[in-house]
């Protein structure tokens, strides 16, 4: 089945700062990849996500970018601000034909400094 | 902005009782999920719930483990007789279509004693 490798486990940045977050997939049908952030005491919120058939996608300081290839995928977060610091996970979707069922990394803590 | 509740934030049940956790998903969403963390480790997939049928179930997901949605708003997951390693947070996800994103509650943090 699916696995997903992300890195590193803990990050720690300066305010204004980027931060990266890569993450492996190892099955090549997969084909949708979503970031959520998580902040203390609150459920998974999706940041940003990705398909298959696109390489990069921006949302403000947010972007993300995927090689089918070498079946990676990274978070950039750029003009990193203190509200940053959080949890982020990455996730695999393995095609099923129907139903999504997310395949996690093991998350990224993100400490952004004033 | 619509979310998914999760009730409650936390709960304490002894070893071998019955616990329910519930659910609100999103109202126009038809897909529902339940994932569980154990603490320190990957947010791990349970089930997935569709049509008042389970679509998709992983291994950990065993005869101690239900689903239902008893009417038109809440969905839940019930474990029969709980194990000291069914302590975890548990989220509970919905989504609108198979496609499109999942959204989550806040989870529900279980304790068994």
């Known amino acids: 089945g699916e696995n997903v490798e992300q890195h590193p486990s803990t990050l720690s940045v300066q305010e204004g700062d980027s931060a990266v977050i890569k993450c492996t997939y190892s099955d090549s049908a997969s084909n949708y990849f979503p970031w959520y952030k998580q902040e203390l005491g609150k459920g998974p919120q999706l940041i940003i996500d990705?398909?298959?058939?696109?390489g990069e996608k921006k949302d403000q300081r947010i972007a993300v970018t995927l090689n089918k290839t070498a079946k990676h995928f990274s978070l950039h977060i750029t003009e990193t601000q203190p509200e940053d610091s959080a949890v982020y996970f990455c996730?695999?979707?393995?095609?099923?034909?129907?139903?999504?069922?997310?395949?996690f990394g093991a998350g990224t803590r993100l400490a952004v400094h004033p | 902005e619509p979310e998914v509740t999760q009730t409650p934030s936390h709960q304490v049940t002894q070893m071998g009782q019955e616990v329910i956790l519930r659910c609100v998903p999103i109202?126009?969403?038809?897909?529902f999920y339940w994932y569980r963390q154990i603490l320190g480790q990957k947010v791990e997939f349970l089930v997935s719930?569709?049509?008042?049928?389970?679509?998709?179930k992983s291994e950990i997901f065993d005869d101690q483990f239900s689903v239902e949605r008893p009417d038109g708003s809440n969905f839940t997951l019930k474990i029969r007789s709980t194990k000291l390693e069914d302590s975890a947070m548990y989220f509970c996800?919905?989504?609108?279509?198979?496609?499109?994103?999942?959204?989550f509650g806040d989870g529900t943090r279980l304790s068994i004693l």
């Open positions: 996800a919905s989504s609108e279509q198979p496609d499109q994103p999942q959204h």
């Open positions: 990705i398909r298959s058939n696109v």
């Open positions: 996730a695999a979707v393995p095609f099923s034909g129907g139903y999504n069922k997310l395949i």
């Open positions: 109202s126009n969403h038809l897909y």
């Open positions: 719930f569709y049509n008042n049928e389970i679509s998709e």
